[in-house]
C-alpha cells in the first residue's frame, strides 16, 4: 500500500480538526495539537501509517522469492504515462 505525502497531510488535518472537537476545544484556544493528542490518548494517523507499511515490508521480506508479492515488492513501472492521465 503505497500513500503520498500529500494524503497523508489531508489524513492528519482531517484527524486533528476531529480531535479538536472531540476534545471541546476551538482554534482560539491555542491547544497545541500534540497536547491535544496527549490529553485524549490517541496514537496519530501518520505513525499508524507508517507502523503498517512497515510491517507489510517486513513480512514481504520474509517471503520466498519465487512468491508473488515478493517479486511485486522490487517491481518498477516502465515507461511514462499518457498526458491527462491520473
Not at 32 to 37: F, G, L
Not at 44 to 57: E, T
Amino acid at each position: 500500500m503505497d500513500v503520498r505525502q500529500k494524503d497523508t497531510k489531508q489524513l492528519i488535518t482531517i484527524e486533528m480538526k476531529l480531535f479538536r472537537r472531540t476534545a471541546g476545544c476551538t482554534l482560539l484556544d491555542s491547544k497545541r495539537n500534540e497536547e491535544i493528542v496527549e490529553e485524549l490518548n490517541v496514537e496519530p494517523v501518520g505513525k499508524k501509517l507508517r507502523r503498517y507499511k512497515s510491517n507489510c515490508l517486513r513480512f514481504a521480506t520474509r517471503l520466498n522469492s519465487s512468491r508473488m508479492a515478493r517479486g511485486k515488492l522490487n517491481c518498477r513501472a516502465k515507461g511514462r504515462r499518457r498526458l491527462g492521465r491520473l
